[in-house]
């Protein structure tokens, strides 16, 4: 678990600034405390959800031989896969 934890407190501490950087792009000075809520509304119900679905999945997936978590992992990394290559599917181009 620690290479886990690890790997979170790093991308984390790199991630949710830039995170928060681009949400606030393009919004009006006087809207950017809405729009930092809504990023972290969007953060905490997905984190929810997604804990949520990855449960599912491993209760699905668990028998007398596994304990589903393995299969929970790899859902989660293939949606996070597709999350990442969605993001960069949608990212706006610079006008001009």
Same mark, same amino acid.
């Given at each position: 678990?620690?290479?886990? $934890? ?16 681009? =949400?606030?792009?393009? *919004? ?5 405390? $809405? @729009?930092? +809520?809504? *990023?972290?509304? =969007? ?5 929810? *959800?997604?804990? +949520?679905?990855?449960? =599912? *999945?491993?209760?699905?997936?668990? @028998?007398?031989?596994?304990? @589903? ?11 996070? +896969? ?12 610079? =006008?001009?």
């Amino acid at each position: 678990m620690l290479p886990a $934890v690890v790997l979170l407190g790093v991308t984390a501490g790199t991630t949710h600034p830039v995170l928060f950087a681009a =949400a606030a792009s393009g *919004v009006a000075d006087d809207e950017q405390g $809405v @729009g930092s +809520a809504m *990023v972290s509304t =969007a953060q905490q119900i997905g984190a929810a *959800v997604g804990l +949520a679905s990855l449960v =599912a *999945v491993a209760d699905a997936a668990s @028998g007398p031989a596994s304990s @589903g978590l393995g299969a929970a992992s790899l859902a989660g990394g293939l949606a996070t +896969a597709a999350a990442a290559l969605l993001a960069l599917a949608l990212r706006s181009r610079p =006008a001009g």
